[in-house]
């Protein structure tokens, strides 16, 4: 076979081969810790700032396929992330835990629900869950049965459990006093990527679900030390300890000059911003 014809199958193979497998995209809906940038009253450079890739909404992605649109978390931005992202609807919300800048959204996912006649599944841990019933306790009180409200299905993780072709571990993290996961997304092909906003420790027994993954997104508050946040050396340290192909910072304080820090860190490590997409598949 000529050269030409050898590369063309070459290619013919490889495009059979991505058939095969799912094709996903992750979404940055917002990357920021949770009072946002720019911060009200605040008149420090990022807040200042015009560049796009500055200013950030509260932490929270999407993640979209031919066959399912999962939100994790739902922050006090998400009317503008969903509008700003054309986001008509979602299968289902995880939620990493119940502080305010990752629920706050709970009733935009209103818009969510009139389009499905089924239920709207709300996937979180244990204490999550609990939080959640009790802030929003209407919502999921037997007599919400008005179309127009959201309509919640409660799904408590203890576990990995599977939405579709995606398998989903929740790997609990210490951050500050409150129950917290992050989500590790493996594909049918073996690609995974780990999502951690809020952390302050990761436990030894949670270092086996993280694996050796294709992306680690990890919280990266500030440089200086945070109680309940890890801030850059943080970070650098489990960068090291799970060797992750691709990292990206996220849940970022105006504090952090990423600009500058970027310039500091190896070429596989760098700053998401809002907007961002990755494909995987
Ligand atoms: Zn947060
Ligand atoms: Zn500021
Ligand atoms: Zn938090």
Not at 64 to 79: C, F, K, N, Y
Not at 172 to 181: D, E, F
Request: charged share 20%.
């Amino acid at each position: 076979m000529e050269l030409g014809k050898v590369c063309q199958a070459k290619i013919e193979n490889q495009r059979k081969d991505q058939k095969k497998f799912m094709q996903h995209t992750l979404t940055f809906l917002g990357t920021s810790t949770s009072v946002g940038i720019p911060v009200i009253g605040c008149d420090c450079p990022r807040c200042l700032s015009t560049d796009p890739k500055v200013s950030r909404m509260r932490s929270s992605i999407v993640i979209a396929s031919e066959e399912q649109t999962i939100l994790v978390d739902a922050g006090p931005d998400l009317r503008h992330q969903a509008l700003r992202h054309g986001l008509k609807e979602v299968d289902h919300v995880l939620y990493t835990h119940a502080h305010l800048d990752h629920i706050a959204g709970f009733d935009e996912l209103r818009a969510f629900c009139w389009k499905r006649d089924d239920l709207l599944p709300l996937h979180g841990n244990p204490g999550c869950m609990e939080e959640l019933q009790r802030i929003f306790a209407w919502a999921f009180a037997k007599t919400n049965t008005y179309k127009g409200y959201i309509r919640p299905e409660v799904h408590v993780f203890e576990g990995p459990f599977s939405l579709k072709s995606l398998e989903v571990t929740p790997i609990p993290v210490l951050h500050g006093s409150v129950q917290t996961s992050g989500f590790k997304f493996q594909t049918q092909s073996g690609t995974s990527i780990v999502y951690i906003p809020d952390v302050k420790v990761i436990p030894e027994s949670s270092y086996p679900l993280i694996g050796q993954p294709d992306y680690l997104i990890i919280d990266c508050l500030r440089e200086e030390f945070h109680p309940s946040h890890m801030s850059l050396s943080e970070s650098l340290a489990v960068i090291e300890k799970v060797s992750p192909k691709r990292v990206l910072f996220t849940h970022i304080s105006h504090e952090m000059d990423c600009e500058e820090v970027a310039k500091q860190l190896p070429e596989h490590i760098s700053f998401s911003h809002d907007t961002l997409t990755i494909p995987f598949s």
